[in-house]
């Protein structure tokens, strides 16, 4: 059995009664769950409308996971963060350069309890069905051979907090060199603060299912990005996590790119007993061929992934990242949510 869930990312959570109207649109293309993006402004201006537009979305049968967007830049999207606005010491470090970076560190109990209060607040006054942790990192500096930047030795975090916690591990400085050390040192810390948050949320809702999103690289000898959630076995292994999901992959990259991520995505998460999800690019880019979405679709379909999503909503039109024929790429995609769907019933 493969694809059995549909979802799309959303960002309208001003007015329940816009987003109901919405929400339908996503029930029409055939999208059985949506993910709310909710910034930190959201959190701190919008809140009283976000458990009523999950009831209305639960009302109309949508399952709804919440994604805290771009909070402290630690997770993906282009949103701003006051935390890093009022927060100006607790920022990830360049480990060469020693600039500091416009990404909160997460490794700071500053941040830690920042973030925890905004989950558990969510967990505790909405009836959502589970959170999506989405494409945690590192600041970006690009190294390694990087299929997505040019090679750089630079990498992050380098702070005092960070200093301090490594040399409290292993005994000496942290070196401004990347080595064995330095590497599962990230790797550890970055997934403490994702699983002791999703350990509280089920302690207040067991029935919440968390997603972990990681980007999608190679990891291989040669190509692979050190943003602290490379290490798959470490993400997928973790009893706190119930869906390992793995990120977009543009249109331009080649077809068995494509297959062995997905082929990687759903061995990984059948090791551990989880649900995979894979990204089909729903804005900003197209395909130049539309059929590129069905071919995708069947693909991820043929290898057995369990949760089919596009980021975003009508192809993100409307914004600065709109697709250049924004609603046409998103009737395309729900043709293939409903086709995968009605080949389940």
């Not at 399952?63 to 963060?81: A, T």
């Amino acid at each position: 059995m493969a694809i059995t869930q549909t979802a799309i990312s959303y960002y309208g959570l001003n007015y329940v009664e816009h987003a109901e109207k919405d929400f339908q649109e996503m029930l029409d293309h055939g999208c059985t769950t949506v993910i709310l993006a909710i910034t930190e402004f959201d959190m701190d201006f919008w809140f009283p409308s976000i458990p009523k537009i999950v009831d209305k979305a639960h009302e109309l049968g949508l399952r709804v996971l919440l994604d805290p967007w771009g909070i402290g830049k630690f997770f993906g999207g282009e949103q701003v963060s006051l935390f890093l606005q009022n927060n100006i010491e607790n920022r990830q470090v360049g480990a060469i350069s020693g600039e500091k970076l416009p990404f909160a560190c997460f490794n700071t109990q500053s941040f830690r309890d920042y973030f925890q209060r905004i989950c558990l607040k969510l967990a505790r006054e909405t009836t959502a069905d589970g959170f999506f942790w989405d494409e945690p990192h590192y600041a970006f500096p690009k190294s390694y051979a990087s299929i997505t930047g040019g090679a750089s030795d630079e990498w992050s975090c380098r702070c005092p907090n960070c200093m301090r916690l490594f040399k409290n591990y292993y005994g000496y400085e942290m070196p401004k060199t990347m080595n064995d050390d330095v590497k599962q040192f990230r790797w550890r810390e970055a997934l403490f603060i994702l699983e002791d948050t999703s350990r509280k949320i089920k302690e207040i809702n067991p029935n919440s299912e968390i997603t972990c999103c990681v980007h999608a690289t190679l990891n291989s000898y040669y190509v692979t990005e050190y943003r602290g959630y490379d290490n798959w076995d470490m993400v997928a292994s973790s009893p706190y996590f119930d869906v390992f999901s793995t990120t977009i992959i543009a249109w331009h990259l080649p077809a068995d790119f494509f297959e062995e991520i997905t082929r990687r995505t759903v061995e990984m998460a059948k090791k551990y007993g989880k649900k995979s999800e894979r990204w089909i690019f729903g804005y900003y880019k197209q395909p130049t061929d539309f059929a590129q979405i069905d071919k995708v679709v069947d693909l991820y379909e043929r290898l057995g992934v369990d949760r089919l999503a596009a980021w975003t909503y009508r192809g993100g039109f409307g914004t600065v990242l709109a697709a250049p024929d924004p609603i046409k790429l998103w009737d395309r995609i729900g043709e293939n949510y409903k086709r995968v769907l009605d080949a389940r019933s």
